[in-house]
């Protein structure tokens, strides 16, 4: 058997980083993480830390914006997943002069919509836009790449019924973006990260966009709020929100909630997700490429909520 690559998680103990450093793990992979100093004695990221030594990974002091630790890191694995926040996306660069160096391949910070084929509107257009940039950076320069759009993650969107400021689904009344038809992708953050992982030693995945669109969980808000109904056994009051009335809600909305309000409707009201069909000259879809990955549906998921 082939032995499997060895992979560097920048960003590792963020949101979706500590999926992804976890997933490389159990699957057999030898995992770095690049890690400060700082990041090894912060006691809120001590749990994350713990489970990590426990799974056998790696720890390399390093940092973003030290090109040399870049360097040296990249140099001693195959692979480099970057996970850094929003925040940090335009840093990349950073990442992408290092692996010029090095020669290695590299998973960008995307996890989310594919940025080249959505109609975001501001401020969620800017700041996506940094995702661009960092695609056609990794083009121009010749590293071999895999771009991950993950969609939505089912812990941020999909527990929440996408509804701002809310910590569950909700039990009496439902806001509905649009018209409520096009349909969205909702992903367990675990098998984003596992079929990440199950991509770095795929040749069918280089140089390609990497699509997670199970189609279990791929729903239109018309179609998941009556699912979400029967498993309560309660009909909820149903507010459609128009696209004007939403466009409007934006721009006169403050930071964060005029992106997060930009971002639903790219997602719910456009249809970015699943308004175009994916080519074999730009990308392939995970579900289908590994169809032995036992995934969570959005069926599945709901059950703990009920």
Not at 75 to 101: G, H, P
Request: hydrophobic content about 40%; aromatic content about 10%.
């Amino acid at each position: 058997m082939a032995e499997k690559s060895k992979i560097l998680v920048i960003g590792g103990t963020g949101y979706i980083g500590k999926f992804v450093v976890e997933a490389a793990a159990k699957a057999g992979h030898p995992t770095f993480l690049l890690v400060r100093e700082a990041t090894l004695s912060n006691p809120a990221k001590s749990n994350i830390i713990q489970n990590f030594k426990n799974l056998g990974v790696n720890f390399l002091i390093g940092d973003l914006y030290d090109h040399e630790s870049l360097v040296k890191a990249i140099k001693q694995v195959d692979v480099a997943i970057s996970t850094v926040s929003r925040l940090q996306l335009a840093d990349q660069d950073n990442i992408i002069a290092a692996i010029k160096e090095a020669g290695n391949r590299f998973f960008p910070s995307e996890f989310g919509n594919d940025v080249d084929r959505t109609h975001f509107v501001e401020p969620a257009k800017s700041a996506l836009g940094r995702k661009v940039k960092i695609r056609r950076a990794v083009e121009v320069a010749g590293v071999p790449y895999t771009f991950v759009s993950s969609n939505s993650f089912a812990g941020y969107f999909l527990q929440t019924f996408s509804q701002i400021g809310a910590t569950a689904p909700p039990r009496d009344k439902v806001v509905i973006f649009g018209d409520g038809n096009p349909r969205a992708v909702f992903n367990k953050e675990e098998d984003i990260a596992t079929y990440t992982i199950k991509a770095v030693d795929d040749p069918r995945t280089l140089n390609k966009i990497l699509y997670i669109r199970p189609p279990l969980n791929t729903y239109s808000f018309n179609d998941l709020v009556p699912l979400w109904e029967r498993k309560i056994g309660k009909t909820l009051e149903r507010i459609y929100v128009s696209e004007e009335q939403l466009l409007k809600n934006i721009q006169e909305s403050a930071a964060p909630l005029n992106v997060l309000l930009s971002i639903r409707h790219s997602v719910f009201v456009k249809g970015d997700h699943t308004n175009f069909k994916i080519e074999p000259s730009f990308g392939v879809e995970a579900s289908e490429l590994y169809p032995d990955v036992k995934y969570t549906t959005v069926d599945e998921y709901l059950d703990q909520f009920v």
